[in-house]
């Protein structure tokens, strides 16, 4: 299962700190598996292409139960606790594979 969330900050001067010190502790969770994280590429601008987030990440869990895990961690939940002031929308999109 791959989970992919995007963040639009209350303020994009942020971005910098929220991908480095904020984003990272979800990686850290016990039942993520490979964790990437990253801003918006500098590709083309096209009808299609949604430049208007300011970090991603994407956590890939072994399972479905993993994943279920994930929400209930105390990592994670702390991580929203502490860090979701910063952020005026998310979005999450889970893949099954």
């Given at each position: 299962?791959?989970h992919q969330v995007?963040?639009?900050?209350h303020?994009a001067?942020?971005?910098?700190e929220?991908l480095?010190e ?12 490979k964790f990437?994280?990253?801003?918006p590429?500098?590709t ?5 292409v949604?430049h ?17 895990a994930y929400?209930?961690?105390p ?9 979701s002031?910063?952020w005026?929308t ?7 594979i």
């Amino acid at each position: 299962m791959i989970h992919q969330v995007y963040f639009w900050l209350h303020d994009a001067g942020n971005t910098q700190e929220f991908l480095t010190e904020a984003v990272p502790m979800l990686g850290r969770c016990p039942t993520v598996g490979k964790f990437i994280a990253g801003t918006p590429a500098d590709t083309e601008k096209r009808d299609v292409v949604d430049h208007s987030w300011q970090v991603c990440c994407t956590a890939f869990f072994d399972s479905l139960e993993d994943q279920l895990a994930y929400q209930k961690e105390p990592l994670h939940l702390e991580f929203i606790e502490k860090y979701s002031h910063m952020w005026k929308t998310v979005k999450v999109y889970d893949i099954a594979i």
